[in-house]
Structure formats: structure tokens, C-alpha cells
């Protein structure tokens, strides 16, 4: 595999999860805590919930696209109210930059060498580039599920 194919993978995903931050950023933004912390019934999730989740999801899976192994407490988000639109956006910030700095560290073994994190609950064992991929199919699952609950609040008059 050539430096210049991984480097267009780094190119494409680092844009992809611009995108995706960038809808997640206009979706949060000027909301107030009643309506980012509003869950549309019991089982569903809050907008906070959502944005959060898929950060702490989207730290994990890039690093373990890198090979390395990042702590998360997976059940903390599931329970995250956001003080503000404020806090969701520095979260978005933070993590995004994240996310691009270890971006830039996948060599061609991390895209190609299976491998499982020893904390996955689940015992996936994939290729660096199913991880990317996996990635951001789940940012963009909860995006959706991100997107209705907001059109929920809105036509519900919430906040």
C-alpha cells in the first residue's frame, strides 16, 4: 500500500468527520438546555446524549484504527445532560481535534492489520480501515437519530 493512498484515506476521513461535526455544530447550536437535554420517550435519547455519545464512540474508534487504546466510560454519555449549546460545541471542538491529530498518525500497517482493543466490549477484531469505516457509519447512524429528535422538540414546541 503507497504512502499516497493512505494519506488520500487520511484526507477522506478527516473530511468526512469535518462534515459530520459541522451538521452536529448547526444542529446544537442555540439551543437551550431544555431542549438538548429533552428525550422524545422512554428508550430514546436526548440530543446531548446523542452528540455525546458518538464523540466518546468516535475517540474510541479511531484510536483503535490506530492500534492504540483510549478509557472511555461508555455509560457516562447514556446519562450526559449538556449544561449548554456552549459545552456540546467545545466537546465537538475538542474531540474533532482530536480525532485529526490521530488522523494523521495511521500508517498503512494500522490500515490493513486486524486488530482488537483489549476494552472492546464486543471482541471486534478489524482492519484499521473497518474501524474508519465503522466510524463513521456510527456518526452519521446518530446524526439521523440527532436530527429527528430535534424535529421532535421543534414540532412538540419543547424549550
Request: proline share 4%; net charge negative; aromatic share 6%.
Amino acid at each position: 500500500m503507497s504512502g499516497e493512498f493512505v494519506m488520500v484515506v487520511r484526507e477522506a476521513v478527516a473530511a468526512t468527520l469535518r462534515e459530520q461535526h459541522q451538521v452536529l455544530r448547526e444542529l446544537v447550536r442555540g439551543l437551550s438546555p431544555v431542549v438538548l437535554n429533552w428525550s422524545p420517550g422512554p428508550g430514546m435519547n436526548s440530543l446531548a446524549v446523542l452528540v455525546g455519545h458518538l464523540l466518546d464512540a468516535e475517540r474510541y474508534l479511531v484510536a483503535a484504527a490506530q492500534h492504540d487504546v483510549v478509557e472511555r466510560d461508555r455509560e457516562r454519555w447514556f446519562r450526559y445532560e449538556a449544561p449548554s449549546d456552549r459545552a456540546l460545541l467545545e466537546l465537538l471542538d475538542h474531540t474533532e481535534a482530536e480525532s485529526l491529530a490521530r488522523l494523521e498518525r495511521l500508517t498503512a500497517d494500522m490500515l490493513v492489520r486486524e486488530w482488537t482493543p483489549p476494552n472492546d466490549r464486543l471482541g471486534r477484531r478489524f482492519t484499521g480501515m473497518r474501524w474508519l469505516l465503522h466510524l463513521i457509519g456510527h456518526n452519521r447512524e446518530h446524526i439521523g437519530q440527532a436530527l429527528l429528535t430535534r424535529q421532535l422538540a421543534e414540532q412538540r414546541g419543547i424549550g
